[in-house]
């Protein structure tokens, strides 16, 4: 019997890449925000009755970090509330309900990797939204499967990497923040996790709950930018910056309305053990996308 998926969000940038994914999985239907009023119960609760669908695939959120510290109210719409519902109308109708969380749940104080059991406080706006949707998706008795990820980036829609490649290309000198540490996530990893762990529970290995999802290794926003110059270089690529000219500066000289966790990095051993997954380096799916990008410029 076939498999019905309903993929919220399918513009962004994970829901993009999990259009591609859940293909393996079983029949995608892709929703946007042309096609249903996210915030309007109602309009939700007919979408997920009409479709019927055996899982739901939420990649929605509302990601303006910043703007969130000034748009609370939305980005509790998006963030708290329809993960409520969601899991609510998971649970009544026995949908399996995979959703994203983030490692702004943390405060960033921890000196080692963060597990997924560790003490959450949010520093801002978007991740105390994102926390109560997670804690109200597990208070609904659904089943689900939430991945924490954190430094997202793709081809589509704004992200740190494509930021530096347009000022790598403008500049010759660049500031970047060295204090803050992570690891840059491909959205396309995250989709093809998703689709492996969603096969691999089918057939009865893994469990449901909460896994970390990041490539492995660490680096600062510093080190990123500079590996992208560096290796967009060796591809070819033309940049007005040298990947020494670039600056390393704590973020305490970059104030953003809402404030950021200085450690971000999150231990995926549940994930790998779970599903018995290895994840790459980090390095290795950003030289993948950079050469992508350069051989389409
Ligand atoms: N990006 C990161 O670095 C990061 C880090 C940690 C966790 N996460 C989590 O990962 C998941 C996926 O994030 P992402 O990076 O793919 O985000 P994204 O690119 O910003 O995509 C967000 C999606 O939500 C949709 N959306 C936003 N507001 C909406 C509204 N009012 N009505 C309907 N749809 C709306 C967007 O639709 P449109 O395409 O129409 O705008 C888009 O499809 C989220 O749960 C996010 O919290 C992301």
Known sequence: MTTNILLLGADGQVGWELRRSLLSVGRVTAITRQHCKLTDKAAVTALIASHNPDIIVNAVAYTAVDLAEDESEQAYALNRDLPTLLGELARQRDILLVDYSTDYVFDGSKKEPYFEHDQTAPANVYGTSKLAGLQALQASGCRYLVFRVSWVYSARRGNFIKTILRLAAERDALNIVSDQIGSPTPASLIGDVTANCLLLLAVGIGQTGVYHLAP???TSWHGLAQEIVRHGQALGM????????????????????????ANSVMNTDKLQRAFKLQLPHWQEPLAHLLQEISTRS
């Open 238 to 261: 033309s940049f007005a910056i040298k990947p020494e000219a670039i600056q390393p500066i704590p973020a305490s000289d970059y104030p953003t309305p809402a404030q950021r966790p």
């Open 216 to 218: 492995t290794g660490q």
